[in-house]
């Protein structure tokens, strides 16, 4: 029984651990991944990659705001996250986040807009992100 629970707790830490974001080099991300960040951000020099779920994802900062693209690996660029201040979210928001996660605060935030253009707000509180729709209305 014992060996039973501690293989059932392992396999779940292995598929858990697969499904997270894994930091790779540049050598290991596809041509064309890597041509489809450069037509969109030209000058962008210093970049973090990682491999999210068959995707990659480059990390970076343009004008010193911290950004990333989460791209195919077919090389179509399917969401932009862009941090944002705390201050710029809707105020529902942060009554959700009162409301529903006590004293926690919000640590950061970002606006994401996937490839057919619609906004998003994540949030990060007590180390686990939030989604809310464009009017602050939470999602997931």
Partial sequence: ?????????????????????????QEKVPANVLAAFKAKYPKVEKT????????YEAGFYLNKVE???????????????TEIKISDLPTKIAAYVKTNLGDKKIKEASIIIDEKGVKKYEVEVGGKDYIFDINGNFIN
Avoid: D, H, P, Y
């Fill in 67 to 81: 950004t990333s693209v989460l791209i195919t690996s077919q090389g179509k660029i399917i969401e932009i996250e």
């Fill in 1 to 25: 029984m014992k060996k039973t629970i501690i293989l059932s707790l392992s396999l779940a830490l292995i598929f858990t651990l697969q499904a997270c974001a894994q930091r790779i080099s």
């Fill in 48 to 55: 973090k990659w990682e491999k999210e779920n068959g995707n």
